[in-house]
């Protein structure tokens, strides 16, 4: 699964422009794919159907955007200035290499105001974005030829191994695009009784779109979300999880409390490690979306520590990623496939009687 990771991660696709992964991902799940398409939003959806006629469904989903950037404009000395795409962290921007991918890929550096040039206690306030602008070292009328207004841009940063952990940009959330290819191939040896939809969807990072639009579409029985959690660092020693702890298995309003049940009896049964993630309302993610999508879809959120998150170095331990992907392809073995999915009851009228 490294290798994928690597090649994922590397792949440049922030929110509404995420057709370059489209490839990768097809010619990965093609040969085990019953059928596999892009929507009209850019959704991938990967299908293995049960052949079973009125067959219940299961949904497990990923996000496959990353924050970046897009041009906002182009100055008489050939600076490109930008706007962010989704919540990418301001603070890592000065002095980092990017690619503007205009009519071809144009490498630049986002440059910083000298610390020599700074009047007093600039360096006290906080970026703005306004005040950034991207060298290429090309002229105006180069830059003009090349560039144009709504060209996305991507922070240049390349896979690699940090110590016994991996890291890299975008890893949020390609590492949970990896996982559902890892689970949808291995669920593709197995002969279950319930259709399998494999979503990778686009604009989470813009306000969970993809996910929205496919989960109304697909109406699954029931629907997986993956995604990363907060890592512990020394600058967040209390609100994360440390890489290495396993998956963390969301608890909430925004999760079926009978699914979040089988679930975590599935971690115990095969020794999976897990850690309880509260969340208290909204998840932040696309479970928040799919649970509320075609009439209510009972869903449940499984998520891996990620350190550095929406800079350019996220960091992880892929073992929680192993874990992960063990979780979801025993959980749908056990419960969902082998053993059928009416063991579950029906989760849109069976919730649990209010007391």
Known sequence: MRDFIKKLSDARGVSGFEYRMSDIIKERLTPVADEIHTDILGNIIAVKRSGSENAKSIMIEAHMDEVGLMVLDTDENGFILFTNIGGIDLRTLPSAEVTVHGKKDVWGVVGAKPPHLQSAGEDKKGIKITDLSIDTGLTAEEVKKLVSVGDSITINSEFSELGSLICGKSLDDRVGAAAVCDVFERLGRINLDLDVYAVFAV?????????????????????????????LTPDNPDNGFKTGSGVAVAKGPNINPELFDKVTETAKRYNIKTELEIEGGDTGTDAWVTQTAAGGIPTVLLSVPLKYMHTSVETMDIKDLYALSNLITLFIQDYAGLYRLDRLGDFRVGQRPLR
């Open 203 to 231: 604009q989470e990072e813009v306000g969970s779109r993809g996910a929205k639009v496919s989960a109304n579409a697909l109406k699954p029985d029931m629907a997986i979300v993956i995604d990363v959690t907060h890592g």
